[in-house]
């Protein structure tokens, strides 16, 4: 049974800086890829990052410059770290580990709120 778990959500005030975590069990990490998405109040959800099985990146414009995505195959965790954070990024975040078939497993969420 594959599970993911995330953590490192919370308030955070503009300009600041939170590291999410997503510990994956169940799975080959990096069988895949991984990454994350989030999805704001009444918005779709969207492609924050993600980083590939061999390492290479993509961001979604929104982000890049501010965001770091990165993994740690002995750990089995994906991290999201979010610098220069901004209203318009309050969100809840998702993380995804996909398998060697391309099914995409979801963490449960975790809450992002940027405000002052």
């Known amino acids: 049974q594959v599970q993911l778990v995330e953590s490192g959500g919370g308030l955070v005030q503009p300009g600041g800086s939170l590291r999410l975590s997503c510990v994956a069990s169940?799975?080959?990490?990096?069988?895949?890829?991984m990454g994350w998405y989030r999805q704001a109040p009444g918005k779709e959800r969207e492609s924050v990052a993600r980083i590939t099985r061999i390492g290479s990146t993509d961001y979604a414009d929104s982000v890049k410059g501010r965001f770091i995505i990165s993994g740690d195959n002995a750990k089995n965790t994906v991290y999201l770290q979010m610098n220069s954070l901004k209203p318009e990024d309050t969100a809840v975040y998702y993380c995804?580990?996909?398998?060697?078939?391309?099914?995409?497993?979801w963490g449960q969420g975790t809450q992002v709120t940027v405000s002052s």
């Open positions: 169940g799975i080959i990490f990096s069988q895949g890829s």
């Open positions: 995804y580990v996909e398998n060697y078939a391309y099914v995409k497993y």
